[in-house]
């Protein structure tokens, strides 16, 4: 079994509220988790106003679809035109059996 995590701070330009980050932040979450049926949620800078923290999780018995579906949603996000994309940490780790 893989597991592949990523962790992508997007930069949001514009918002004036924490309604508005809100908004966008779980719009994003929400076309993740439907799109890819992934984990994803903001799980950092919760009150910052023009920064949000997305953590997100595949899981697979394949490595190569795993390190494929993290690439896929990374340039998901990339192409969004609502924010942009600051720092992005990705990992995928190999569990063997139990």
Known sequence: MFTGSA???????????LK?????????IGRL??????SAAEID???NKQ???LGIAVVSNDRT??????DTILSFIYNDGRFY???VKKDVC???EF
């Open 45 to 47: 800078r919760l009150d």
């Open 33 to 38: 988790k439907s799109r890819f049926n992934v």
């Open 65 to 70: 679809f795993t390190i494929s579906q993290l």
């Open 85 to 87: 994309v600051g720092d």
């Open 20 to 28: 508005e980050k809100r908004m966008i932040v779980k719009s994003v």
């Open 51 to 53: 920064m949000a923290v």
């Open 94 to 96: 190999a569990f063997d």
């Open 7 to 17: 962790r992508i701070c997007i930069h949001l330009q514009g918002v004036a509220t």
